[in-house]
């Protein structure tokens, strides 16, 4: 193969990766059905647009060209380029025609997309509420039963295939809840309501990201979904329901009377404890999340010691504060969380 | 060209004054102080007290209510509107004490009984002697630190004697006995834990051989309960819970709710989202009643924590409604719930006075209840079958109540929401009538209302759970309701449901009330006045000026010289009154939670106190 | 001056007045260093038998007092630890009122600090074991806001919830009482 050929097939072969990759956080995800049908539409401009585009940029060489030859006749004399260019006047026309009638095709394209998506999502059946905050994001699932709710915590469960509509309520300033893989943005507003409604067509891991600028650690403000077969779901879902379990061993017992009676109660909830704070995240199943800090680190003994100890040098600003625990505290009290599974 | 402008200027200014009044909805204002007479005074055949909760009256008071039935009515009657107006001071006391006074003196054989807001010490008072010296004090002591979980200033609400002892509970959750001759201490229980955000407020009622007992602290986060201690020894003897799972509430196979929607197995947990009745409120600080043919206790239960309703989607059962329990064993006998899902803090916690009342041309054993949700109910106390619930005020926080299903019809329009203010809520948080109980004549038939008329703004938050302090989630503001008038004594006639008579006041009437068989009515004001009502018509006869404003329940006796006296305690404070007695700012609208804008001119009008009126017909 | 001199002069003088607003306060994430304790406070008026000892306010004051951040910040706290709960925005119910010049047990920030860290009798709690001490002091500073005491451009300037008291930057400036004005 020659240099040149070689070359052109680098960026082939990225765009061939492109398409067969996971998609874990990409507006090419097509994991939902909103994300799909945004992806169709998408395509759909691509190219009506590409056409146009180079359409726009062959009759601009054109027409650069054509000034450039040398002596050729000045057209634009008076009287003279009415009649010399009956041309002009079709290639006008017709030109007006095939753009007009592009618009047009975007236009019943961009209808089309969203009605499927709204249709898509007329017929809800599971509804959760996701109450943005600086920066976590409080995810609680509503049940007509009201005891069998969950609240949880940056991180999200869903069944695929099931409509869900996601209710967006924020407790200070506006996020926007942004999970490219699945759906668009949708903004949470203080002292609004808004919601959004997603199909999810595969299962996966997806990851999520606030996409309107909310402070300090507006950057660490991720958010997981998980999509799972509908019965693996259910059990998700009776599993958060359980309270956290008794700690067995002395240091999570000696954990377990730190985070009660100390700081931590204060702004968490354990179901299942005394402690009932709802100015943090629940932490009733937190050893069971993919990351901590809504994002800011993958879960892992390691980085949950390194939070517990000075949360403020790893997400500084967070509302987290750097207790300043004993060593054998800190032990106590990780070991007692990696229980709450 | 001026005629034509000149024209239009005249309509526009007469569009304008048509379209400003329009917009003003208070009818006219009432002469403050002055009664509105509806109809006549009802003759014929009405309401009676229940005969066997309401016993002939012997001169004393023994427990606040005057009776099981709590009718606060006096069958004494040499006062009588000729004469009321000669009533004069017979002697004063002092308790050193400046936080409200809500609790009524009791009166035993010669011996007068006050039991004072904390440090919550009690007084015996010798009345045969002149100037009535005080016989022993008994100072309970309770933690200073308790102080800082009671919501609604540092009340006691009052004692009760029964066979030789004085019965009265602290404000650190301590239930105390005391021999009435000796004040010695004869037992002492704590069934409160202040660390919990408890206290206890209320007076105990003992009856069938039980001191019966509630907590406080709805706004506090607490898990309500009532208790009933054995009379001779303080021992627990069961307690009954308000939330959670059907053993703890003591529901058992004898609990029949009259409605559907009360009906259902562990509703105290069901109606909550997992975990939420655990400090979901429903405390027990009001006025429980005592039917000794049946041997039920009936009590209403306090508002569902915390204020923000987002945080507790459900019915919130048992909370803001009205139990009937056996008093030996605890056993739930029948529930009604007032307000569902309550959104207002309208805690049903109100008197509920035991009357018996002619139906189809027979006696019906009912339940008359002034609820703080704006509507008298008058209830089969076998049952609790909702046979009437009318407004006695003004009221659009609700609809109505549908008789059939017995549910309360909510005002969407009036939904409280997180992130949103609501405005122009009536009745407001207290109610169209707080704790303050009304009493009820038995010779005219009428119930006594000293009420609110009280609207607010609420905005509700997200309240963040922390034992030990307040659990609300909630600014509010309030403000007088339609006329102006922040208060109204009405007399309510409760088989025909109308008022018949009502006095506008300026200032929230947070004063009970009390009727002689003499034909009057007394009742205080916030800022000190102590005023004698004719009975039938609400003439105004006789006031009286009291050193600080009077929350506390009057009472009338018969004095070991055989004439009738009048009493009560003057000293402003309450949840109305805590601007004086606590020494609010008033330029903070949202404090007291929201009361201090309602009364913002009251320490301008009275000041705080403690002192004891005892009024009689000079000689 | 020729025009690029003029120029220059300009740039060097808007230069000076930018980074001459840099470092107005110090917002840090952590109190330094960690796990400090909370300071006595005494008031001015204590009797000191035998002789006046010279006091010097706590050196961390300065790292809160008039802090825009510590203010700001200890808003939120204040909400949060249902501060707002007993004491409301300022005019007090089951505590008594912050927004007045009348304090039981001191009005400095070292003194509110003091209070909010040990409790006080009469049924203040005691926060030492719940908040850290970069909260405490945060919570102090806002305190002393509600009162008027920090200056306009440090403090709050929107309230969070339904007050309709004058907003705290309109608020008139007024002297603290440092010492205990308020009748028991």
Redesign the interface.
């Known amino acids: 193969m020659t240099v040149g050929g070689r070359a052109s097939v680098v960026p082939l072969a990225l765009a061939a990766s492109a398409c067969s990759y996971q998609h874990y956080q990409s507006t090419f995800g097509n994991a939902a059905t909103e994300a799909r049908q945004f992806n169709i539409l998408f395509v759909i401009f691509l190219v009506i647009c590409a056409i146009m585009y180079l359409a726009v940029i062959a009759f601009l060489v054109a027409s650069i060209a054509r000034r450039r030859r040398a002596g050729e006749a000045n057209t634009v004399e008076e009287g003279r380029h009415h009649e010399s260019n009956p041309l002009m006047r079709t290639a006008l026309i017709s030109w007006g025609a095939v753009v007009g009638s592009g618009l047009v095709a975007l236009a019943i394209a961009s209808f089309i997309a969203d009605r499927s998506m709204a249709s898509a999502a007329a017929n809800e059946k599971l509804s959760i509420t996701v109450t943005g905050n600086q920066w976590w994001w409080d995810v609680q699932y509503n049940a007509g039963d009201n005891s069998k709710m969950v609240r949880t915590a940056n991180e999200i469960h869903l069944p695929v295939g099931v409509p869900v509509r996601i209710y967006l309520k924020s407790n200070d300033v506006i996020h926007s809840f942004w999970v490219p893989s699945l759906a668009g943005k949708q903004d949470l507003i203080p002292g609004r309501d808004t919601d959004i409604t997603v199909v999810p067509r595969k299962v996966g891991i997806y990851r999520g990201q606030c996409a309107e600028f909310c402070g300090a650690e507006h950057a660490k403000m991720a958010l997981v979904v998980d999509v799972d077969s509908y019965r693996d779901f259910i059990k998700w879902w009776q599993h958060q329901l359980q309270p956290a379990p008794a700690p067995a061993t002395p240091l999570a017992k000696a954990g377990y009377a730190f985070v009660t009676s100390r700081n931590c109660s204060v702004c968490h909830a354990i179901a299942g404890t005394p402690a009932s704070g709802t100015v943090g995240p629940d932490l009733t199943h937190f050893a069971s999340r993919r990351t901590i800090a809504a994002g800011a680190m993958p879960m892992s003994e390691g980085n949950l010691y390194g939070w517990v100890e000075d949360p403020q040098s790893i997400k500084p600003g967070s509302k987290m504060p750097t207790i300043g625990l004993e060593p054998n505290e800190l032990h106590a009290v990780v070991a007692y969380l990696e229980t709450l599974k | 060209m001026q005629r034509v402008e000149y024209l239009f200027t005249a309509l526009g200014a007469s569009a304008a004054c048509a379209a400003l009044s329009a917009c003003n909805r208070s009818p006219p204002k009432q002469q403050l102080g002055s009664a509105t007479v509806y109809q006549a005074a009802p003759v014929g055949d009405h309401a009676v007290a229940a005969p066997a909760a309401s016993p002939a009256d012997d001169g004393n008071w023994v427990m606040p209510g005057k009776d099981y039935a709590a009718t606060r009515f006096s069958a004494l009657n040499q006062v009588t509107p000729a004469n009321v107006s000669k009533l004069a001071l017979s002697f004063t006391f002092s308790t050193a004490t400046t936080h409200g006074y809500e609790a009524p003196p009791l009166v035993v054989k010669g011996t007068m009984y006050l039991i004072t807001p904390f440090p919550n010490y009690l007084y015996a008072l010798d009345l045969t002697k002149p100037g009535a010296p005080t016989k022993w004090v008994f100072k309970p002591k309770p933690l200073?630190?308790?102080?800082?979980?009671?919501?609604c200033d540092t009340v006691n609400r009052g004692a009760a004697y029964d066979q030789g002892r004085i019965f009265f509970n602290t404000l650190d959750g301590q239930t105390i006995a005391v021999d009435a001759n000796s004040g010695q201490q004869v037992w002492r229980t704590q069934l409160g834990d202040i660390q919990k955000g408890e206290t206890i407020t209320m007076a105990p009622l003992v009856a069938g051989g039980k001191v019966l007992v509630g907590n406080s602290g709805g706004?506090m986060?607490v898990r309500g309960w009532i208790a009933a201690l054995d009379e001779g020894s303080g021992k627990l003897a069961w307690r009954a819970y308000n939330t959670g799972p059907d053993k703890d509430v003591l529901i058992g196979p004898r609990f029949k709710p009259f409605y559907k929607s009360d009906q259902g197995k562990d509703l105290g947990?069901?109606?909550?989202?997992?975990?939420a009745w655990?400090?979901g409120g429903g405390t027990v600080w009001g006025w429980p009643s005592f039917d000794p043919e049946t041997h039920l206790i009936y009590y209403g239960v306090g508002n569902p924590g915390p204020w923000n309703p987002d945080?507790r989607?459900?019915d919130n059962k048992w909370t803001t409604g009205v139990f009937a329990r056996d008093v030996s064993t605890g056993e739930a006998v029948w529930f009604y719930q007032t307000t569902p899902h309550d959104l207002f803090d309208h805690d049903d916690i109100n008197e509920i006075i035991l009357a018996d009342i002619p139906w189809k041309g027979q006696r019906r054993p009912v339940l008359f209840r002034p609820a703080r949700a704006g509507f008298f109910y008058v209830q089969d106390r076998r049952t609790g079958q909702v046979l009437s619930a009318a407004p006695y005020g003004y009221v659009n926080g609700y609809k109505g109540v549908d008789l059939k299903t017995g549910l309360i019809i909510p005002n969407h329009d009036k939904d409280t929401k997180?992130?949103?203010?609501v405005r122009d809520i009536c009745p407001a948080a207290p109610g169209l009538k707080d704790w303050n109980p009304s009493a009820f004549s038995p010779v005219t038939g009428l119930v006594y209302i000293p009420h609110n008329n009280l609207c607010m703004?609420f905005?509700a938050?997200?309240?963040?759970?922390?034992?030990?302090?307040?659990?609300?989630g909630a600014?509010v503001?309030m403000y007088a309701g339609p006329g102006g008038n922040r208060g109204a004594f009405t007399a309510w006639d409760p088989i025909r449901q109308r008022k018949v008579w009502e006095i506008p006041e300026d200032l929230p009437l947070w004063s009970p009330a009390l009727v002689t068989a003499g034909g009057v009515v007394f009742y205080g004001t916030m800022d000190g006045w102590f005023k004698a009502i004719d009975a039938r018509t609400g003439k105004q006869l006789w006031r009286f000026k009291a050193g600080s404003g009077i929350i506390g329940q009057p009472i009338s006796y018969r004095g070991p010289d055989g004439r009738q006296y009048i009493a009560f305690v003057a000293g402003v404070g309450g949840w109305a009154g805590?601007v004086v007695s606590?020494?609010?700012?008033?330029?903070?609208?949202?404090?007291?939670?929201g009361f201090?804008?309602a009364v913002k001119d009251l320490p301008m009008k009275t000041t705080a106190g403690g002192m004891l009126y005892v009024f009689t017909l000079p000689r | 001056m020729s025009s690029r001199c003029r120029a220059s002069f300009a740039f060097i003088a808007v230069a000076a007045l930018v980074a001459g607003a840099c470092n107005r306060e110090e917002r840090h994430s952590r109190a330094k260093p960690i796990g400090e304790t909370v300071p006595a406070g005494e008031s001015p008026d204590t009797i000191w038998p035998g002789g006046t000892v010279p006091q010097t306010l706590d050196p961390r004051a300065k790292l809160y007092d008039n802090n825009a951040p510590a203010i700001s910040q200890g808003q939120q706290l204040f909400t949060q630890m249902n501060c707002v709960g007993c004491h409301s925005h300022g005019g007090g119910g089951m505590g008594p009122a912050l927004m007045d010049d009348e304090w039981r047990y001191g009005g400095r920030i070292d003194q509110i600090a003091t209070s909010i860290a040990e409790g006080r009798p009469n049924g203040m709690p005691s926060w030492r074991s719940k908040l850290t001490t970069d909260q405490i002091w945060q919570l102090a500073a806002y305190v002393r806001s509600l009162s008027g005491q920090p200056s306009k451009d440090a403090v709050s300037s929107r309230a969070e919830a339904m007050s309709n008291a004058t907003p705290q930057t309109l608020a008139p400036r007024e002297p603290a009482h440092t010492s205990d004005t308020a009748e028991q």
């Not at chain 2, 997180?418 to 203010?421: E, H, I, K, L, T």
């Not at chain 2, 008033?586 to 939670?593: H, I, K, N, S, Y």
Request: aromatic share 6%; proline share 9%; with cysteine.
């Open positions: 200073a630190a308790s102080q800082g979980v009671a919501c706004e986060g947990v069901k109606t909550w989202p997992p975990e655990k400090i945080q989607p459900g997180v992130g949103r203010v703004d905005g938050m997200q309240a963040n759970y922390i034992s030990g302090t307040p659990y609300v600014d503001k805590a606590a020494k609010m700012d008033t330029r903070d609208p949202t404090g007291a939670l201090a804008n």
